[in-house]
RNA sequence: UGGGGUGUGGUGUAAUUGGCAACACGACGGAUUCUGAUUCCGUUAUUCAAGGUUCAAGUCCUUGCACCCCAGCCA
């Protein structure tokens, strides 16, 4: 969504597939391209991303941020970050200051609009002055459970407020002692004058101000009176001259609401479109549960790596390009769909597999010796750093009598399709040569310690399998992190059966392995590099835990692996 | 049993607004490969249901069905 992927004009055609057909836009894209060819607006597009400090940012955000700074991207017009900061008890600053660093490095641009709704709290109240002086808002002073008692059901009308019918005059002054702070909390609000027999709940003359002297991250103790959503959000929008105000499904039946506040005001009036949020399988999205997990410590924290928010996926080593591109993929429909979480690892799969440079690190190590070699010889062998892209060099490894190969690369009695290493068998070393098996070392116990084999260096040879290695003289021990999916149930949110989600953690989402065997020239990794540990996976450099020389790794995500599908394993 | 939404392959999104159901991902099969990776090629649908209108329906009409959202002084 960075400038550099907008259309040029040149690449418009490129995109069209299918004999020119035009590429095809979502219904979002459909609504102002009518609407610019209207003349509304005066053409102009104008997005934003209106969160609410109370929790970090989640892959599902990523949706919505892509979708607005793309729009206006798209468009040639401009996004805002707004934080809806109208209720102190549950926003803080930390918030503030995570989700401005996550937007911005998802590729979010705001320049200099970034707002808080609390800019607009002098504005709000004189707005709500003047509907109150239009007869269309009114002092309640009804309390939380009187007022569920009179606000009827699904099937039944509301009754009226006993003090819906207040003058203007006492309305006025009892917004001003509200203000004033003469009042407890929750014994008074403020409510708009609409209709209490609405079918639609949120007409039934709604909540415009309630009473919560509580200190506010920005505007401290000036305000004992917090606005809410519903008399917030359109009048933010509306004062930052948005056109487009972009929301989830959810806040559909909000819409007529949010309309009549721009109405009755008479102030400009944008346009409200909602579109179904992301659901993501094998994880879960909703803020409290996202906090359950920290709070109860079934993850190490915010930006731990197996969590879907943007914090972890950084930390685990996902792109912000990645993220984009998952996010473009997607696409945007009201459908309430759930994507497979393979998506989000395609991904970063396809991605890191353009940019990351390839590395051998051996997991779980098997020693084999190459008998025909001397000790404390060490031949040099060059590696590419991609196979297919020569220009991004080579890299010298040490090859010696002593190697580590990875443990699954070896079996005793292999089925015929498996064409690594086995008892008298041939495979060749990444970039070295073609070993010989010819025996096996076993402990005591009959576990096998280590193989005994002949190095050969003839690169001519054809052998089936190839495997990596890392020499033990040079290689570098390190800590390296095996994520895997937090929950191992494609749907944890599903309760049936009186289970939480909870219920559906997955054991094995971490397994740390203490010390892993990496190639000498892992020992320069620079903390958040990223590398493709050949045959394995993609890994990133921690960039809180690694230290100079030790870098600490964590998985991003495997490689595909097609013999693991196939032996049952993966 | 009120109101607001949504139903297109395994998954997600399209369909020039009544004209050959397309694209992507996955899955499966094959080719290439010093990563069982990547890359490449092929296969992969009675459009929620039943009626109706029409030369022609995913699209229009009728009647159903399923799922999601709403009874916070949360957003």
Known sequence: MAAADASSPDDRPENAKSGGRAASRNFIQQIIDADRAAGKNGGR????????????????????????????????????LRFDDTNPVKEEQEY?????????????????????????????????????KAGKAYVCDLNAEEMRAHRG????????????????????????????????????????????????????????YRIKHAHHQRTGDAWCIYPSYDYTHGQSDSIEGITHSICTLEFENHRPLYDWFCRELGIHHPQQIEFARLNLTYTVMSKRKLLELVRDKHVAGWDDPRMPTIRGLRRRGYTAESIRAFCERIGVAKFNSTIDMGWLEDAVREDLNERAPRAMAVLRPLKVVLTNLKAGETRTVEAPNHPQKPELGVRKVPLTREIYIEQDDFMEDAPKKFFRLKPGGDVRLRGAGIITCDEVVKDAAGAVTELHCTFDDDHSRKVKGTIHWVSAEHALSTEVRLYDRLFNVPNP?????????????????????????????????????RYQFERVGYFYADPLDSQPGRPVLNRTVTLRDSWAKAAGTA
């Not at 989700?99 to 970034?114: K, P, Q, S």
């Not at 065997?517 to 990794?525: C, G, H, I, T």
């Open 493 to 529: 949110d599903d309760a049936s059966e009186g289970k939480t989600f909870l219920d559906h953690l997955n054991p094995d989402s971490i397994e740390v392995v203490a010390d892993a065997k990496l190639e000498p020239s892992l020992a320069n990794a620079e903390p958040g590099s």
């Open 153 to 208: 059901t699904l099937t039944e009308p509301g009754k009226n407020s006993p003090h819906r019918d207040r003058s203007v005059k006492e309305n006025l002054e009892l917004l001003e002692q509200m203000r004033a702070g003469k009042f407890p909390d929750g014994s008074r609000t403020l409510r708009a004058k609409i209709d209490m027999a609405s079918p639609n709940l949120n007409m039934r003359d709604p909540v415009m």
């Open 45 to 80: 597009v104008h997005t934003r991303f209106p969160p609410e400090p109370n929790g970090y940012l989640h892959i599902g955000h990523a949706k919505s941020i892509c979708l607005n700074f793309g729009l206006a991207n798209e468009y040639g017009g401009k996004f805002n």
């Open 96 to 132: 503030v200051d995570a989700i401005i660093d996550d937007v911005h490095w998802l590729g979010g641009e705001w320049d200099d609009r970034l707002f808080h709704a609390s800019d607009y709290f002098e504005q709000l109240y004189d707005w709500a002055v003047q509907l109150i």
